[in-house]
């Protein structure tokens, strides 16, 4: 697909559909992009795998998209942006921008802004540094929001959800344009999972302030983790990594990447390319719910076992 000189080529890649999440926040902020998503659907879930394949998945599906154009990288994926990050730094020439120190980064901000809050209340300062990741199991078991947060005078306690991903892919959240007592019924389902896990999760870490959703998935659930931390008593501010990855990715952009990757008017309309690595239909279907836009003319691409 042509583009101009000065519009900027932004590759994003997730081993399935979370990552467009990451892509949905980043078309109104670089609205002028042309942006390649590639899914690696053929080889989910990564999570399953060892760190060995996972980075080798990971680096040839950059590579793919690098030699599609892209002048930047966009790892939307925990697991990949968890244990294969330094991998994908060495072995491309172009910036590489992971979900999760962005994500610990906004983190850091609630966090603060409750500890400011908190005090003025007369509450211990020493509580309000702590914060709740919700992540899968490969991501949980890597310690990278662990480590990120450390990092930023945090204390993280994660909790692995391996039950959420399957739920969302396979639709089973409150979809306000379905009435059918059916979709009610598997929503309901997803709620109380959800609850199970939230509950477990606040008896771990009970003076948590900020809840981090550490998968690209979860923000599709974001609305039910709202209303049960709610009815839980512990109103706790959600941050979204992937809105938070999409911010940082603006701000490379503008400040840091302007004159080799070019600008481009704000008023310009994002192009987009879709790859898949398996079911281009599947992709198209469910590629749909999480990008809140409708996904054509997805490619389908073999990128080897």
């Not at 998503?37 to 990971?58: F, H, M, Q, W």
């Not at 998209?65 to 491309?92: I, P, S």
């Not at 994500?103 to 609630?110: F, I, P, V, W």
């Not at 512990?234 to 080799?260: C, E, F, Y």
Request: one cysteine or more; charged letters at 20%; proline letters at 4%.
């Amino acid at each position: 697909m042509s583009k101009s000189a000065s519009t900027p080529t932004i590759g994003v890649f997730d081993s399935g559909f979370g990552g467009l999440t990451v892509l949905r926040e980043l078309l109104p902020l670089v609205a002028g992009a042309h942006y390649i998503y590639l899914g690696d659907t053929a080889r989910l879930p990564y999570g399953s795998k060892s760190r060995e394949t996972i980075v080798r998945y990971a680096v040839s599906s950059a590579r793919f998209l690098q030699q599609q154009g892209a002048e930047l990288l966009v790892v939307a994926c925990n697991t990949a942006t968890a244990l294969a990050l330094d991998d994908l730094r060495e072995a491309l020439p172009i910036p590489v921008v992971g979900v999760i120190e962005p994500g610990a980064e906004a983190a850091a901000g609630a966090c603060a802004a409750e500890q400011v809050a908190g005090q003025a209340q007369g509450e211990a300062s020493d509580s309000l540094s702590q914060v709740l990741v919700l992540a899968t199991q490969a991501t949980v078991g890597s310690l990278a929001y662990t480590r990120a947060c450390a990092a930023l005078g945090l204390r993280a306690t994660e909790k692995a959800c391996p039950l959420l991903v399957p739920l969302v892919e396979e639709g089973w959240i409150v979809d306000s344009e379905s009435e059918s007592a059916e979709d009610a019924a598997r929503a309901s389902v997803t709620a109380q999972v959800l609850r199970i896990y939230l509950n477990e999760a606040l008896h771990a870490a009970p003076h948590s302030r900020a809840l981090l959703l550490g998968c690209t998935h979860y923000p599709l659930l974001r609305p039910e983790i709202e209303r049960t931390l709610a009815e839980l008593g512990r109103p706790l501010r959600v941050i979204d990594s992937a809105r938070a990855t999409a911010r940082a990715v603006a701000k490379i952009l503008s400040l840091k990447q302007a004159a080799k990757l070019g600008t481009s008017a704000v008023s310009d309309e994002a192009t987009c390319e879709f790859f898949a690595t398996d079911s281009v239909q599947k992709f198209e279907r469910l590629g749909s719910r999480f990008l809140g836009r409708p996904v054509e003319g997805v490619r389908l691409v073999d990128l080897g076992g």
